[in-house]
């Protein structure tokens, strides 16, 4: 959201500056983005005027330009705009100006070996519009050699604000300048609402709703105006904000929509075809829109239609065929309101956003429609002409939202004590309405353009952010007292393991308990094992993991293919399967350790030769981990029968009596299709929930000596 200083305080009596003011909007929640002070970075640009210009005798799209810069001062210019020409004032750049756009300096140069002595400036390379083509044309009043930017409204600093989803109030003008009145910096000067002037006859067109996400409409028939270009106040507004303007009616109702964030939209009347009514598209219908593009309509899309076509896509665009020209006599001024969630659905398939559907999908104040009459007066003000009764459809009725508020509430969510009128003024200032109170208790009617206070706490808010959340009391909580938990037996030992590992070259994996079921289904014998999570945070993490082998494998996938090949991961963690689909329970929510290894175990070396990993290598760190727990020897070695992921002629199974407690060996050669690895793979899985578990051993410290509570006695 952008707007001027000198926007806002048409509307706030401030003597406050631009830094106070600034200040005090990221304070309030309106976090202030931006502020260019043209002022100042355009106060080095002056004034010119263009005496001759004659072909470039090097280039056909250059002209070489004699240039007054004022005291007598003629310079020699190379420019390329279309619109250099004779006798028009322009910004000049001297020598050691900086170009906003760009940053660079202008320098004494030869374009062509043609001498240049400055520049003449287009309004985007001053950054103050995105109209590139040409050079900016000053009005013929401008004084050559006088600082270029007041005559054209540039000598204002301009504000963008950074607005949440749900303020869509302080998407104007005003209703920042309402935000800051209720902080203290200044008075709010109350937009009156007015009668509309010179209505004297009934619309020849009427207005009709025919779907419910149409809430109200209201519309006036202007006729005799003469659309021609904006008064200069109301042309400067509006391009010191970047909007450019087109014709006076249409920049009304564009300054509408930034200084009370209330979108209006115009229609050529001549070119409407009978009544218009608010509908749903039909399948197949098209409209060219104002951005000239045509759009195919469907069923779900909310149009105003006249009687025989859609004239415009309701909160999002108006139509082309029914738009205003210069040379439009009669028009028909729509205020309406639409659903966001219409707006919102329109918009994102069209895939079009323009500054109506930013404020209807953020909501639109419900009682703006009192700004029809402002509307029709500024039209004719400006356009002349004369304006018809108002037409209104829909409901205009709407309940008020209220909230019995206890003061008390605020320092019990955040410890600020606020005096009972401190607190009514603020609010008061905001908008609400005080309907009764009784001691701390306060029956509040919410304003109508905050449709995001529905509950006690909104209010409570929108008073600690006018205060300043920096003026909460910073309270220390006590600190607790914190119990030190020992590390049980099994900790211990996986605590221990850890550091084997790690110090024999191994890197510990922490990975996701879910994983992808297609790859995950190669290590289970039926897919009715699997978990499946009801809501993945990922489609390919649909299943929890049925082994710890899947998710370390697909990070050696992501590493090889990334030219690391030399790999050893371990990862401590449980393991999860269907209890119904397995024969030994011990399976449903085992802790595992597994270890996975390929390519080299050591490079070679002045003292040793390189070494690969194998069978051999998986097996040793087998043993290093049963060693915590079992002698590896005490076990009974076979070979592996149970695990076809395994490669079924170099893998063994340890067993402790009929307990399986480890596998270990080359993996099946299948699985490197599955993961696009082409290196042979070693894992081991211990199952350690089948090994003897450590027993807790009996403390042989002293207990601590407990006082007796009397004083000794002695005889």
């Known amino acids: 959201m952008k707007f001027t200083l000198s926007w806002l305080k048409e509307f706030l009596d401030t003597q406050a500056d631009l830094k106070t003011i600034s200040e005090k909007l990221t304070e309030i929640g309106l976090e202030v983005e931006n502020v260019v002070d043209y002022s100042t970075s355009l106060k080095h640009f002056t004034v010119a005027q263009i005496l001759e210009t004659e072909q470039h005798p090097n280039a056909d799209r250059l002209r070489v330009c004699k240039v007054d810069a004022g005291n007598g001062e003629v310079l020699s210019i190379v420019c390329g705009a279309p619109n250099a020409r004779p006798n028009i ?73 950074a607005i949440t989803p749900n303020r869509g109030d302080c998407l104007g003008v005003y209703g920042i ?30 207005i009709s709703i025919n779907n419910e996400n149409g809430i109200w409409f209201f519309g006036v028939y202007i006729k005799n105006i003469n659309n021609y270009r904006s008064p200069e106040w109301l042309k400067k507004r509006l391009e010191s904000v970047g909007k450019k303007s087109i014709s006076a009616a249409v920049d009304i109702t564009n300054y509408l929509t930034i200084t009370f964030g209330r979108p209006a939209h115009v229609y050529d009347a001549d070119k409407l075809n009978g009544n218009l009514s608010v509908r749903l598209a039909k399948n197949g219908e098209k409209l060219t829109a104002l951005d000239a593009k045509e759009y195919e309509l469907t069923e779900n899309i909310l149009v105003i239609a006249d009687e025989q076509k859609p004239q415009a896509i309701a909160g999002v665009i108006g139509g082309l065929d029914s738009g205003v020209t210069e040379n439009t006599k009669n028009i028909f001024l729509e205020i309406a309101l639409f659903t966001p969630e219409a707006v919102m659905k329109s918009g994102r398939q069209l895939m079009i956003d323009t500054d109506s559907r930013y404020r209807f999908e953020r909501n639109v104040d419900f009682n703006s429609h009192q700004l029809t009459s402002h509307a029709v007066n500024l039209i004719t003000e400006i356009c002349g002409g004369q304006a018809s009764n108002i037409e209104i459809a829909g409901n205009v009725n709407k309940s008020e939202t209220k909230i019995n508020f206890d003061l008390n509430l605020v320092q019990k969510r955040c410890g600020l004590e606020i005096g009972k009128e401190k607190a009514k003024e603020i609010l008061q200032k905001l908008g609400f309405k005080i309907e009764t109170e009784n001691g701390t208790q306060l029956n509040l009617i919410v304003p109508s353009y905050r449709s995001d206070i529905a509950i006690k706490e909104d209010v409570v808010e929108e008073i600690v952010r006018i205060i300043g959340y920096n003026n909460i009391p910073t309270i220390y909580l006590e600190k607790p007292v914190v119990e030190i938990i020992a590390e049980t037996e099994p900790q211990k030992i996986h605590s221990k393991i850890r550091l084997q590992l790690s110090s024999s070259g191994a890197t510990e994996a922490v990975t996701f308990s879910f994983t992808n079921s297609k790859l995950a289904e190669k290590f289970i014998a039926s897919r009715a094992e699997f978990i499946e999570v009801a809501n993945p945070i990922s489609s390919e993490l649909d299943v929890m993991r049925p082994s710890l082998l899947v998710n370390i494998l697909d990070i050696f996938a992501k590493n090889i293919a990334r030219g690391k090949t030399d790999l050893e991961y371990f990862e401590i963690a449980n393991i999860f399967k269907k209890k119904e689909a397995i024969k030994d329970p011990s399976e449903y929510q085992a802790k595992n350790i597994a270890i996975v290894q390929t390519g080299l175990n050591s490079v070679k070396s002045a003292v040793k030769e390189e070494e690969k990993f194998d069978y051999n290598t998986i097996k040793q760190k087998a043993d290093l981990i049963i060693a915590n727990y079992i002698d590896p020897e005490k076990l009974k070695i076979e070979r592996n029968n149970k695990f076809n992921y395994y490669h079924p002629g170099i893998s063994a199974c340890y067993f402790l009596g009929n307990k399986l407690v480890a596998v270990f060996g080359e993996l099946n050669p299948s699985l490197n299709k599955v993961f696009d690895i082409k290196q ?36």
């Open 680 to 715: 042979k793979l070693y894992a081991a899985e211990i199952f350690i929930e089948n090994l003897p578990q450590p027993k807790a051993k009996t403390s042989t410290a002293i207990k601590a000596l407990e006082l007796f509570n009397f004083q000794p006695v002695e005889r």
């Open 177 to 206: 300048a309402r935000d800051l009145a209720a902080a203290g910096l200044g008075e709010l000067k109350i937009a009156s609402s007015q009668a509309p002037r010179n209505n004297s006859f009934n619309s020849p067109i009427k």
């Open 89 to 161: 004032k322009i910004p000049l750049a001297r020598i050691g100006t900086i170009i906003p756009n760009g940053n660079f300096e202008i320098k004494k140069s030869k374009i062509r070996n043609v001498e240049s002595n400055g520049m003449l400036c287009s309004a985007s390379e001053l950054n103050i519009s995105e109209e590139g083509e040409g050079i900016l044309e000053l009005p013929e009043n401008s004084i050559v050699g006088d600082e270029f930017a007041k005559y054209i409204g540039l000598d204002d600093a301009v504000v963008e604000i």
